[in-house]
């Protein structure tokens, strides 16, 4: 499956979920940053990995969709469900890279410099994110689908 | 003033994140920005200047959990919302317990194991 990246999908995005974003993604990570005080670094670092924007954006996934299929005159809850879902099970993938780039923080920090760590765990994070959707399409496109009457 | 930096950097970062989910096809691929390090990367970073490595490294390995958590939570969402029975948003927030439930019993378990 090849990836295609175009700047104009960009154009369908109103101002207001653009400020929906920004506004979910300041206050989680404020609320973040005072949990880690309050608490203690060991409570407030479960919320780096906090479900910051996701009910966010899986409802605007959804939305888009509906209203595609209004425009051509259908129904698109249903495509708009399955298209949130197919979002949500590339975010369950990259996890496994969320999980790579805490590791290698918590691991390679005390040692070595901050910006160089936090690179190279961002780059992990790329890397295994990838590799795993890679598979998984690689093993989906190789599936043999069962005979009929079989 | 620490909050308002907090607060403006995380913005941008998320920001910059949804916008690349934007920009990608397909829908499973541009899905992987939906678990992208943006609260990490703007919490970190601050972090670092006013905490130290010592304190951010905690913060990062309990972080493991927080994204174990959201694996599971991811997933089960994919798979309600494949099955179409509620909407996207219902969905997301009604199993917001599972991701709070896992990443607290797995931080639990790690405390009484290292006690």
């Known amino acids: 499956m090849i990836v295609e990246a175009r700047l104009a999908h960009l154009k369908g995005i109103k101002p207001h979920e653009w400020a929906l974003r920004f506004i979910f993604g300041g206050l989680c990570t404020v609320a973040a940053g005072l949990i880690a005080e309050r608490f203690g670094p060991a409570i407030g670092g479960l919320f780096l990995a906090f479900p910051a924007i996701f009910p966010a954006s899986a409802s605007l996934i959804e939305q888009h969709e509906i209203q595609h299929k209004l425009r051509i005159g259908m129904d698109g809850q249903v495509r708009?469900?399955?298209?949130?879902?197919?979002?949500?099970?590339?975010?369950?993938?990259?996890?496994?890279?969320?999980a790579a780039f805490a590791a290698i923080v918590w691991k390679a920090l005390p040692g070595h410099g901050?910006?160089?760590?936090?690179?190279?765990?961002?780059?992990?994070?790329?890397?295994?994110?990838?590799?795993?959707?890679?598979?998984?399409?690689?093993?989906?496109?190789?599936?043999?689908?069962?005979r009929q009457g079989s | 003033m620490q909050e308002l930096i907090r607060f403006l950097i995380g913005g941008a970062v998320v920001s910059a994140f949804a916008a690349l989910s934007e920009v990608f096809r397909p829908k499973s691929f541009a899905g992987l920005f939906g678990a992208a390090p943006s609260i990490a990367l703007a919490t970190l970073s601050l972090t670092l200047v006013t905490s130290g490595k010592a304190f951010a490294a905690i913060e990062a390995r309990s972080m493991i959990f927080?994204?174990?958590?959201?694996?599971?939570?991811?997933?089960?969402?994919?798979?309600?919302?494949?099955?179409?029975?509620?909407?996207?948003?219902?969905?997301?927030?009604?199993?917001?317990?599972?991701?709070?439930?896992?990443?607290?019993?797995l931080l639990y378990l790690f405390s009484r194991s290292h006690a």
């Not at chain 1, 298209?83 to 996890?95: H, Q």
């Not at chain 2, 994204?67 to 099955?83: N, T």
């Not at chain 2, 029975?85 to 927030?93: M, P, Q, R, Y």
Request: hydrophobic fraction near 60%; aromatic fraction near 8%; charged fraction near 10%.
């Open chain 1, 80 to 98: 708009g469900r399955m298209a949130a879902g197919i979002d949500a099970a590339g975010t369950a993938l990259a996890c496994c890279g969320l």
């Open chain 1, 114 to 146: 901050g910006p160089g760590v936090v690179a190279a765990a961002t780059a992990a994070w790329l890397v295994v994110s990838v590799a795993l959707w890679r598979l998984k399409k690689s093993r989906l496109l190789h599936r043999k689908l069962p």
């Open chain 2, 66 to 105: 927080g994204a174990v958590a959201f694996f599971l939570y991811a997933s089960l969402c994919s798979r309600m919302l494949m099955r179409h029975k509620f909407s996207a948003l219902a969905t997301t927030v009604m199993l917001l317990p599972v991701w709070f439930a896992v990443s607290c019993g």
